[in-house]
């Protein structure tokens, strides 16, 4: 008897140091500290995040693009002078100068100038008295250019692609918050774990003490300490392995995290996600109908219209090179500079002095204008494939994330229960074990599955709420703490 409680009491010396060591080497990670919530991960994103600022840019530029197209209309000042003298004879000397200023209204071309053509050999035609000639008239499309033309076509393209530029802001930014939830909820779920197998490494160890000290008086066999033992190793080892986790999601998630001056931010090591009940409320019928309508202004959705406008504007463009250039021209000329001295009439502003021209050109085949309308049509109906295939997978999209929050739901039920059950059967075997009517293989067996089953409700908890990220996400909006 003496011989059996000395080998006993060396088996526990030998063990224990082991388990110490353990101990001592677990992994540093914060039980406690301060919550960081989803509602900040939401406040840092949103106004720090470099992809969202990069996002709002999209619509400047397509703003820009807008500005650039009106410069078509801007008016232009157009001057020339030419003089060349030679043998003390003037051959010519001339000066042009003309304001052209482009009308919004059917292509038209308000133009006003100044002509002095005089010299020994000036044409006669552009020759004019030493006052020279001012001119006020009007250049008009007729036929090609007078309902659209370049310039109004690619102004009302610019405007278009705004609507285009604001959609794929959005939708990038949907996606970067998105993208932040699921690491978010990545790292609840490896902290959560790591907190499991925390609390039951605690409990081990707790056991293992009590037992050692039951072996030494007697009341135990040694076995029973290995087997103790053996669980507070393995568990040291999950331990270990879940801190890693842990540090590996909070550095993902620190990915969007940065400050008001553009440099990388990093959650502290106590810092520790929000605690989320096991009582889910699934959104209504009535919310999911919500986000169905809301899908029909999906930014995917809303860059297909966009680009479909863009083309109805190409398409009425080509539609109007069809037509035959008719370009006349009109002006009212007089010699008269100012408004302050007298002008003979017959030299002033009136129906008897004036210019005028009209310009015809057609292509007898028009093979270039048709190919080009006939590609823009194809295109149409490329996009309007896209625009239907496009919007009944958005909306089965959402269904499918919708039904899969109800398989959560149902599961997460299931897993409590079995929780509650597994936590009596526990107890139980506790009970027995204290009678000796129960082995500590049991109980760690129990206790085991036990942890695993409390993993397996976080793992869903945090499935549920990616999810339901996923559902606002699929519906081309975001989802926040409102919601």
């Known amino acids: 008897m003496k011989l059996k409680r000395f080998l006993t009491a060396i088996l526990i010396v030998l063990l224990w140091p082991v388990t110490a060591t353990l101990a001592q080497n677990r992994p540093a990670v914060v039980d406690t500290g301060k919550v960081f919530s ?14 969202v600022k990069q996002a709002a840019l999209l619509s400047e530029a397509a703003k820009a693009n807008v500005l650039q197209s009106l410069g078509y209309f801007d008016p232009a000042l157009k001057a020339s002078f030419g003089r060349k003298l030679f043998g003390n004879t003037e051959y010519y000397n001339n000066w042009s100068n003309e304001l052209k200023i482009p009308l919004y209204v059917a292509g038209a071309d308000l133009k006003i100038g100044y002509d002095r053509f005089v010299g020994t050999y000036t044409n006669p035609e552009t020759r004019t008295g030493t006052d020279g000639l001012t001119a006020v008239g009007l250049s008009i499309p007729l036929g090609q250019g007078l309902l659209i033309d370049a310039r109004r076509s690619t102004l009302w393209q610019a405007k278009a692609m705004v609507s285009y530029a604001e959609a794929d802001k959005v939708k ?33 160890r707790t056991r293992f003490t009590a037992v050692r000290n ?32 842990v540090q590996n999601t909070l550095l993902v998630l620190s990915n969007h995290l940065w400050n008001e001056q553009g440099s990388p931010l990093e959650l502290p090591r106590n ?5 989320v009940s096991d009582k889910i409320n699934l959104p209504s ?9 809301q899908a029909s202004s999906h930014p995917e959705l809303v860059k297909l219209r966009a680009k479909g406008t863009q083309l109805d504007i190409e398409r009425r463009y080509r539609q109007e090179q069809l037509k035959p250039k008719i370009n006349i021209s ?9 408004f302050n001295s007298y002008v003979p009439d017959y030299y002033d502003f009136n129906w008897r002095n004036y210019k005028v021209g009209i310009e015809f050109a057609f292509p007898l085949f028009l093979r270039a204008e048709r190919g080009k309308l006939k590609d823009v049509k194809i295109k149409q ?23 899969s929050l109800n398989a959560y739901k149902s599961q997460l039920n ?20 204290e009678l000796g009517e129960s082995t500590l293989f049991l109980i760690n067996s129990r206790e085991s599955k036990l942890i695993d089953m409390k993993i397996k409700r976080e793992s869903i908890i945090a499935g549920y709420q990616k999810s339901l990220a996923e559902l606002y996400y699929k519906a081309g909006t975001r989802q926040t703490q409102t919601n």
């Open 38 to 51: 989803l509602d900040d991960l939401e406040g840092i994103v949103f106004k720090n995040h470099p992809i």
């Open 172 to 204: 990038q930014i949907n996606t970067v918050w998105y993208t932040a939830v699921k690491d978010y909820w990545n790292w609840y779920y490896a902290y959560r774990e790591y907190m499991l197998v925390k609390e039951g490494l605690d409990l081990a």
């Open 214 to 245: 039951q072996t030494l008086v007697g009341d135990k066999p040694p076995i029973d300490s290995v087997e103790a033992s053996i669980t507070v190793q393995d568990r040291e080892i999950q331990l270990a392995k879940s801190a890693i986790e």
């Open 271 to 275: 810092a520790v996600p929000q605690t």
């Open 285 to 293: 019928t009535l919310a999911l109908d919500t986000l169905l309508g």
């Open 330 to 338: 009109g002006a009212l000329i007089s010699s008269r500079r100012d």
């Open 381 to 403: 109906q490329q996009l309007n494939y896209d625009l239907q295939q496009s919007g009944r997978e958005i909306n089965n999209n959402v269904r499918t994330a919708y039904n």
């Open 414 to 433: 299931i897993q409590v229960q079995s929780i509650t059950n597994q936590q009596a059967l526990l107890k139980g075997e506790l009970q027995k074990f």
